[in-house]
């Protein structure tokens, strides 16, 4: 653990409440902690006492937490959603009240009808991810996606009547494609205007400030590109990246699962430089950076590394690396 | 690299304390229109929004309505959003004004729990309760009796101390006292919490 271990001898119940290592040990324990707070203990016995009613505050205040169910954190998202749309109709309610009702009756009839007509029209369906966050969404048709953090995935919920499955996305996703018994087409579009078109197979999508990067795991894609001059067409096969990046295309074999494993929560790495897990931190959790000796830039690593949060990959990218990064107010220092 | 790498110790260190470094990048992407600055918005104070909210008014209808007008509010008036030194503070300070707010207009759904006439049980109460009770019997009926019974104002400075990490200068502009008796208020709310514990073992 690498707490800074303040001078404890000098700690008001207050102060160790608001110690992450102290606080940490008292919900769950663990063996070298344990160790050290024995020993403080021994050293310290007139302090045992603030101790013990430091540890029985931290105790009773993580009982007495509230949290909101998972459905009322839905329910309350969704709820500020549909405010932002109806606001309009909200202030001409309030405004005039005279008279209304013949008008009331009429305009009640036209929502119903026009209710009618937009239930059974096909809807825009949108998701998307915040920093440090991923979601398994089950389309339609039921294939599968995970959308990797700060990302958008649309598509207009018309599949059985239209020729093609669409999509298009903004980030970073993870498909697996279920093919259809009349061979129905899936296509993924990215901002840029690639299409990738599909039968049923697995492949990852990355499209962040115009530079699309598709990996192929299994099957078969053809991927169509917003050339000028002529409609450029590659096929892929499984183990090829091919990424595209102003205008230009280039096609690598490449070690799939390295580009995949953060559907699993997992940062593969092989020979990875500092820089592009950086850039990873950048764009999946928002994090800035910013480094004194710009040539710790070029250290490279290869393992695996757990995903969760902000702070616990760059905890994680200061061990790997064995390089100091201290947090400011909003940015991270790498020294 | 490292196989050592515990992810459980991580995710458990880090759960309930939210890096707050980007915060005011998320900001300013809402002030440009970006929803999913907004979203993560929420998702980061969402809960502890709540938990404040439930210890200052424990109505859990009133706390979530005044999550959803509060975010409502300021996605409705982004392109006027201020610049501001701390977002964790400013959410703070307005849905303590919103709750504030409804509680007044709204008496009947204000149970204050420093009302030791209280004869009724309310509802969401009830259901806290059972809730509660569900995970760990014995430990939280009696844990959630320290907290609940001690003074209002000290229940607020622990909650916004321990749980919103507010340090005193934003808890004094906050509950509208200086920072000395912040500093007091708070060693006397941690002594009044910690003999009602050592009352009811």
Known sequence: ?335 | MRDSLNQNFFKSSNDSRKSSSDDLALWRSIKNGNDLAFSSLYNRYAQQLFNYGMHLCHNRELCKDSIQELFTYLWNRKESLSEIDSVKYYLLKSFRNLLIKSIEKDRKFFVDLDDKHEQFQPETFVEEEIILKEINFLKREKMNFALSNIPKRQREIIVLRYFNEMNYQEISSLMGISVPSAHNLLSKSLQSMLAIIGKSK
């Open chain 1, 1 to 335: 653990m690498n707490y800074p271990k303040s001078n404890y001898s000098e700690f008001s119940v207050e102060d160790f409440i608001m110690d992450p290592f102290f606080k940490e040990w008292v919900i769950q324990s663990s063996p070298e902690a344990d160790e050290f707070w024995i020993h403080w203990k021994e050293e310290n016995p007139s302090k045992v006492e603030i101790l013990e009613d430091a540890k029985k505050a931290v105790l009773a205040l993580e009982k007495s937490q509230f949290t909101l169910k998972e459905e009322e954190f839905k329910e309350i998202w969704k709820g500020i959603n549909s405010s932002k749309t109806q606001k309009p109709a909200i202030v001409e309610k309030t405004k005039r009240r005279l008279a209304i009702w013949p008008y009331a009756s009429a305009a009640a009839f036209l929502v119903l009808l026009l209710a009618f007509f937009w239930i059974r029209m096909p809807k825009e369906i949108e998701y998307l991810t915040g920093y440090g966050e991923t979601q398994k969404i089950i389309l339609p048709d039921s294939s599968i996606v995970i959308l990797n953090a700060s990302s958008k995935l649309t598509f207009i919920d018309n599949w059985e009547s239209e020729a093609a499955r669409e999509i298009w996305i903004e980030g970073e996703a993870f498909f697996e494609v279920k093919h259809m018994q009349d061979h129905q087409p899936f296509k993924v579009w990215s901002s840029n205007g690639i299409g990738i078109e599909v039968l049923g197979t697995e492949f990852n999508v990355y499209n962040r400030s115009n530079e699309t990067e598709v990996v192929l795991n299994s099957g078969v894609v053809s991927l169509s590109f917003p050339v000028k001059e002529k409609e450029g067409k590659i096929l892929m096969k499984p183990g090829e990246m091919v990424q595209f990046k102003d205008s230009k295309f280039q096609k690598k074999e490449v070690n799939a699962s390295l580009y995949t494993s953060w559907k699993d929560d997992v940062l593969n790495l092989d020979e990875t430089s500092l820089k592009d897990i950086l850039n990873v931190a950048k764009t999946n959790y928002g994090v800035d950076v910013e480094i004194e000796n710009e040539a710790v830039l070029e250290l490279t690593a290869s393992g695996s590394m757990p995903l969760s949060d902000a702070e616990n990959f760059m905890k994680q990218v200061s061990m790997i690396f064995n390089i100091e990064i201290t947090k400011e107010e909003n940015k991270y220092l790498i020294k």
